[in-house]
């Protein structure tokens, strides 16, 4: 079985998505074979350069534009119409990933690339289960694609506005953003979080391009009256991590820099709450490890949806900007009733399984395709598949016998 995932370069939660989801199969489908493309990047560098680095300096220099923007496509049929006809004229540019070995299925991880399979499929050019993942706890109107056969999205609520914009919603599947095994262990995920008896660790991170008004954050962080420990991660964001380390060795208190690690998930076991913008694959981690979370800054449209449903969640708060915000810090970690509640509500938000459901579905949607009757594959927390052949391999053997047979 081979699986091709496509993603987009416009912050990393949407490879980190792929990722997780690729680990999960790599681990637990026998014979499963997965390669993962940056759709534009291979479609047509010039493009992927202009639309990336446009994304970034407009969040970064004029992030009202891009506000403006992302409301206005929500809801304006001729901006969801212009990027169909940008996806159709970038889609040729996949169509070799398509002939020599096709895959047998394909799961997009950001609406552009779905929108270029979407041209494909389309135009007769494939025929093969699309899958878009939606990393974000809002839907929007780029990923409302009739070519998709299952749309994957956080939650339930998300499922009902995807419905709302005219997709069939026994195709929308709200099994959660994927995030890798390792969140789904260690002590954060599993058992319950206890606040009140112990000195706090406060992890604060600003995504993969440590964007965000972090060092306005940090340096509240070691103004507060308290004991606290305090882990800082500031991604690829490398003058930000010297800025930091510098304030941090002038303090004298307890932090910790790093820039861009693949241990988040033991540092957000090691803390008690944690700090930073509404990023879906951030947020779906930290929920698994049941963690408090603080916002302290947004990219405007899709994380400022994010943020607005886990405020309403009870798992998330905004932190105040300024001045305001070391007293607001002392509060927080004077009410250990309302951590503790702030950990209860993610624990019951989080989707720890989403990769066995995606997993499950995938299959499940290429035997439908290739004529085989339809049951749960043999993974983790899914009813194991019944003897026989699938994609090529027999499921009865044992894992030697068939490694055997590939060799």
């Given at each position: 079985?081979?699986?091709?995932?496509l993603a987009a370069n416009t912050g990393g939660g949407h490879v980190k998505a792929a990722?997780?989801?690729?680990?999960?199969?790599?681990?637990?489908?026998?014979?499963?074979?997965?390669?993962?493309?940056?759709?534009?990047?291979?479609?047509?560098?010039?493009?992927?350069?202009?639309?990336?680095?446009?994304?970034?300096?407009?969040?970064?220099?004029?992030?009202?534009?891009?506000?403006?923007?992302?409301?206005?496509?929500?809801?304006?049929?001729?901006?969801?119409?212009?990027?169909?006809?940008?996806?159709?004229?970038?889609?040729?540019?996949?169509?070799?990933?398509?002939?020599?070995?096709?895959?047998?299925?394909?799961?997009?991880?950001?609406?552009?690339?779905?929108?270029?399979?979407?041209?494909?499929?389309?135009?007769?050019?494939?025929?093969?289960?699309?899958?878009?993942?939606?990393?974000?706890?809002?839907?929007?109107?780029?990923?409302?694609?009739?070519?998709?056969?299952?749309?994957?999205?956080?939650?339930?609520?998300?499922?009902?506005?995807?419905?709302?914009?005219?997709?069939?919603?026994?195709?929308?599947?709200?099994?959660?953003?994927?995030?890798?095994?390792?969140?789904?262990?260690?002590?954060?995920?599993?058992?319950?979080?206890?606040?009140?008896?112990?000195?706090?660790?406060?992890?604060?991170?600003?995504?993969?391009?440590?964007?965000?008004?972090?060092?306005?954050?940090?340096?509240?962080?070691?103004?507060?009256?308290?004991?606290?420990?305090?882990?800082?991660?500031?991604?690829?964001?490398?003058?930000?991590?010297?800025?930091?380390?510098?304030?941090?060795?002038?303090?004298?208190?307890?932090?910790?820099?790093?820039?861009?690690?693949?241990?988040?998930?033991?540092?957000?076991?090691?803390?008690?709450?944690?700090?930073?913008?509404?990023?879906?694959?951030?947020?779906?981690?930290?929920?698994?490890?049941?963690?408090?979370?603080?916002?302290?800054?947004?990219?405007?449209?899709?994380?400022?949806?994010?943020?607005?449903?886990?405020?309403?969640?009870?798992?998330?708060?905004?932190?105040?900007?300024?001045?305001?915000?070391?007293?607001?810090?002392?509060?927080?970690?004077?009410?250990?009733?309302?951590?503790?509640?702030?950990?209860?509500?993610?624990?019951?938000?989080?989707?720890?399984?989403?990769?066995?459901?995606?997993?499950?579905?995938?299959?499940?949607?290429?035997?439908?395709?290739?004529?085989?009757?339809?049951?749960?594959?043999?993974?983790?927390?899914?009813?194991?598949?019944?003897?026989?052949?699938?994609?090529?391999?027999?499921?009865?053997?044992?894992?030697?016998?068939?490694?055997?047979?590939?060799?």
């Amino acid at each position: 079985m081979k699986i091709l995932f496509l993603a987009a370069n416009t912050g990393g939660g949407h490879v980190k998505a792929a990722e997780a989801i690729i680990e999960y199969m790599e681990e637990n489908v026998p014979g499963c074979e997965t390669e993962l493309i940056d759709a534009l990047k291979y479609a047509n560098a010039g493009i992927d350069r202009l639309i990336t680095g446009t994304y970034l300096q407009t969040i970064r220099k004029a992030p009202w534009i891009y506000r403006k923007l992302y409301y206005l496509s929500e809801k304006n049929r001729s901006a969801a119409a212009l990027a169909r006809a940008i996806g159709g004229l970038l889609s040729s540019g996949l169509a070799g990933l398509f002939t020599d070995r096709p895959p047998e299925a394909v799961i997009c991880t950001h609406s552009i690339p779905l929108q270029m399979v979407s041209k494909l499929k389309r135009a007769g050019i494939i025929n093969i289960p699309v899958i878009a993942v939606v990393t974000d706890f809002a839907s929007h109107s780029f990923w409302c694609l009739k070519e998709t056969d299952a749309f994957i999205v956080a939650h339930e609520d998300v499922r009902f506005e995807m419905a709302a914009l005219g997709i069939d919603k026994n195709r929308i599947h709200a099994f959660g953003i994927p995030v890798s095994q390792q969140f789904t262990r260690g002590n954060g995920a599993n058992g319950s979080r206890t606040y009140g008896h112990h000195r706090y660790n406060v992890f604060l991170m600003g995504g993969s391009l440590g964007l965000c008004s972090m060092q306005e954050t940090f340096s509240a962080l070691l103004k507060i009256d308290r004991d606290i420990g305090i882990t800082a991660v500031t991604g690829y964001n490398t003058k930000l991590k010297r800025r930091l380390e510098q304030i941090a060795a002038a303090s004298g208190k307890d932090a910790r820099v790093f820039g861009y690690t693949r241990n988040i998930s033991e540092l957000m076991d090691k803390a008690d709450l944690i700090i930073t913008k509404p990023g879906g694959v951030t947020i779906a981690e930290a929920l698994v490890k049941k963690l408090p979370i603080f916002f302290m800054d947004a990219i405007p449209g899709h994380e400022e949806r994010n943020a607005r449903f886990l405020l309403e969640s009870g798992a998330a708060c905004w932190l105040p900007p300024g001045a305001r915000m070391p007293e607001a810090l002392e509060q927080i970690l004077d009410s250990p009733k309302i951590l503790q509640s702030m950990s209860e509500s993610a624990a019951k938000l989080a989707r720890p399984n989403a990769c066995a459901e995606i997993t499950r579905l995938v299959t499940d949607l290429i035997r439908k395709k290739n004529g085989f009757q339809i049951s749960k594959v043999g993974i983790p927390g899914t009813v194991n598949i019944r003897s026989g052949q699938f994609a090529g391999i027999n499921l009865s053997e044992p894992k030697a016998v068939r490694n055997a047979h590939q060799g």
